[in-house]
């Protein structure tokens, strides 16, 4: 996955994961992230997702192409499991926002 | 600053930037950043910020209390200075959208 990741022209919506989290190795979390990143690009209306993390501060934005989608999402079993594991184990805090862009633009060097 | 940011009720609106640079030490962009970090905070209609870098990939997303208020952070002088030398040098590629916060939930560990 290249980011930032491509996207259709807006209107589109956006979904602003941002977390703290305990970080102890060896805990599952990883490998966890790994089966959600494969499992949410079968999902319908999943458009792409950008993801970064630093100082115990992680961000991760995907991309969809509705609230229904999104919804249907946050309802799949594997990740209703994956958000209470979340929550029992791995963040110290989070933070979701649901998001409609509305407006986009971007740069990409061009050598010459 | 604390991640995630504390954020009021939406809606409110979220600038996303994503970017991908080609890490040059002594190239200026650590001292710009904080510059601009402590340049937006004074600016009228801010609220906040999450930021994160991993791998060559930044997200900074910092919320607003009304689009006026995002375009005029924009237009500053030494802002757009900023986004001229990210074109310029710092940057290979980026993405920017503005998109309006409609539902927002969190979460925070209580220990007990």
Known sequence: MTS???????????VI???RRNEQPGDGY???IDRMYALVHQQPGFLGFDT?????????VS???????IAAWKAKAEH????????????D?????VAR???AYGFERTEV
């Open 101 to 103: 862009v509305d407006r």
């Open 52 to 60: 970064a993390r630093s100082d115990g501060v992680g961000i991760t």
């Open 93 to 97: 805090a989070y933070e979701l926002r």
């Open 4 to 14: 930032p990741a491509t996207t259709p022209p807006p209107p589109y919506y956006a």
């Open 80 to 91: 209703l499991a994956a958000q209470r594991e979340g929550r029992a184990r791995w963040y």
């Open 63 to 69: 991309y969809w192409d509705s609230e229904e989608h």
């Open 30 to 32: 990883a490998e966890e």
């Open 17 to 19: 994961f941002t977390s």
